[in-house]
């Protein structure tokens, strides 16, 4: 049976366990994934935030740490909606649990995360799941968020490069934010990667950028461990925030690894769902973070780990 154990703070926390990973999600505020770590004794690479955990109730949102499903595009009045109340969960069985929200005035959505954990290894199903249950039609979009630990990088990996005169139509992106300065010494460029350092700065600025990811994959370098996260692209959809369905957030204390689902019209009743797959890997031998090639090389057996 799924254990049920206090942790973070929390007298309340489902425990998904198989030989390799530990998955800790609270039941007393949420849906939040807090704990996602290799056994018998790795580290998890989520931040989470002290002073905000054991606490519930409280009259506004609170940021919390570890992974959670928010609303895109990013709005005030929905997207910080307050899920700070007990939540209803539910096993299918040792290796599964799902956890809901009760659904929030005034838009009335119910936010559902599910996690399926395989039998060996450290893959990881996340199932983001958004339900009208309000009597308003709504437009939005699924955002699924990471908040890493400090001291870590972001890799975020990039198609290879084409020739001209042969190839002549775009086929990146970047999105960048208006409080984003692109001379920013964590922010690099590489042939085969756009890496984010993770690192507290003098004057505390904070950077974020996003894209439309074809290649639906991100790594977040933490030590000499990868946390590992796919995600879906869409040709022709329309992703929130000019076209994206991969962003990352970074400040003095975290850095965010987003990936998002396309703009839906959801009327009452009606759902959606994103779905994200995620790897923990413990490195015996860490590349710099410059040698593309050893990390390409990391990337493409992540990709078939997932696949399998």
């Known amino acids: 049976m799924v254990e049920i154990v206090p942790a973070f703070s929390y007298p309340s926390c489902v425990a998904l366990r198989n030989d390799d990973v530990e998955l800790l999600i609270t039941t007393d505020v949420g849906p939040r994934v807090l704990g996602y770590r290799l056994l018998p004794d790795g580290g998890s690479p989520f931040k989470t935030y002290e002073e905000e955990l054991g606490r519930d109730n409280e009259f506004e949102w609170q940021i919390r740490g570890g992974h959670r499903l928010w609303i895109a595009p990013e709005e005030r009045s929905l997207t910080y909606i307050p899920d700070n109340r007990v939540i209803r969960w539910e096993s299918q069985h040792p290796l599964h649990a799902s956890f809901r929200n009760e659904p929030v005035a005034p838009w009335n ?11 060996t290894g450290s893959r990881v199903t996340v199932s983001h799941q ?6 308003l039609s709504i437009t939005l979009a699924p955002w699924a968020l990471s908040v890493m630990a400090p001291g870590g990088c972001l890799l975020l990996p990039q198609p290879p490069l084409g020739e001209h ?9 970047l999105i960048i934010w208006p409080y984003s300065d692109l001379s920013d010494p964590r922010l690099s460029m590489g042939t085969r990667f756009i890496r984010l350092q993770q690192q507290a ?54 850095l965010e690894v987003e990936s998002l689902g396309p703009i839906v019209h959801l009327a009452p ?23 593309e090639s050893a990390w390409l090389a990391i990337t493409e057996s992540l990709k078939e780990e997932v696949s399998k």
Not at 166 to 172: C, H
Not at 274 to 286: G, N, S
């Open 201 to 254: 700065t003098e004057s505390a600025t904070v950077l974020k950028f996003g894209t439309g990811s074809e290649l639906g994959c991100a790594l977040y370098v933490l030590g000499d461990q990868v946390f590992f996260k796919t995600f879906p692209w869409k040709s022709g959809a329309n992703y929130p925030d000019q076209g994206c369905n991969f962003e990352t957030f970074t400040d003095n204390g975290m």
């Open 269 to 291: 009743g009606e759902k959606v769902e994103h779905t994200e797959e995620w790897l923990l890997r413990k490195l015996d031998i860490v590349p710099d973070l410059a040698d």
């Open 130 to 135: 958004i339900v009208n249950d309000g009597d």
């Open 109 to 119: 959505l119910a936010k559902i995360l599910s996690l399926t954990l395989d039998p």
């Open 165 to 173: 005169p042969r190839d002549l139509l775009p086929n990146r992106s």
